[in-house]
């Protein structure tokens, strides 16, 4: 099984790449195959306006390391009330359709304040959803960011049981779509 974790900022010192790394950590334990792909590694040429059409040889290695994914976890901070701009550019350099159809995606909302990434989730399902992605209904949504880890890693038990059971059951999800596709 090979599962994509995908880093939702290019943000120096984010607190999601601590969580992507935690994620990572919880799918290999489960055996999978996991390839973290970090939203910092998108190159500034991606801004460039023959992107679309010619992308650089850099946006289309990260591209196809993400088309190899039988699944995706999406870890999304909430900024300004949705998801990172560098999410939503990387998004639109994915191919349509394979980019998103019938690919199972996952979702884990971060954020420093009270809405606990909720609507940057919700924001980002709403694409990934309209791409006809699959989309796993347990998320898991953390708020007061800056509270919550130690060491870089989750300090509370509950949260660290909800994320390794998401991991558990989009294994399960990602297996039961591959073996009858829609
Ligand atoms: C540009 C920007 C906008 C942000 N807007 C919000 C927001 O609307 N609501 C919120 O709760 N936190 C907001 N934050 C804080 C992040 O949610 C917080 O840093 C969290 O840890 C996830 O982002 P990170 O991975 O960059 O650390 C914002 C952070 C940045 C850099």
New binding site residues.
């Given amino acids: 099984m090979h599962i994509v974790v995908v880093c939702g900022?290019n943000?120096k010192?984010?607190?999601?790449?601590q969580?992507a790394t935690e994620v990572v950590e919880s799918y290999r334990r489960r055996d999978a195959h996991v390839d973290l792909l970090d939203m910092a590694e998108l190159p500034v040429s991606a801004l460039h306006e023959d992107a679309y059409k010619e992308p650089a040889a850099e946006v289309t290695a990260l591209v196809e390391r993400f088309l190899k994914s039988d699944g995706v976890v999406f870890i999304v901070?909430?900024?300004?009330?949705?998801y990172?701009g560098v999410l939503k550019l990387f998004t639109d350099m994915l191919p349509y359709p394979e980019g998103f159809d019938s690919r199972p995606c996952a979702f884990i909302g971060?954020?420093?304040?009270?809405?606990h990434?909720l609507r940057a989730v919700e924001h980002y399902q709403g694409v990934a959803g309209y791409r006809n992605a699959h989309v796993y209904p347990r998320r898991l949504f953390i708020?007061n960011?800056?509270s919550q880890f130690v060491d870089g890693k989750l300090g509370d038990d509950e949260l660290t049981k909800r994320l390794h059971g998401q991991a558990e059951g989009f294994l399960k999800f990602v297996e039961a779509v591959k073996a009858d596709p829609a």
């Avoid at 010192?13 to 790449?17: I, V």
């Fill in positions: 900022t943000r010192g984010a607190l999601s790449r969580l901070p909430e900024y300004n009330g949705s990172p971060l954020a420093a304040g009270q809405f990434g708020g960011s800056y």
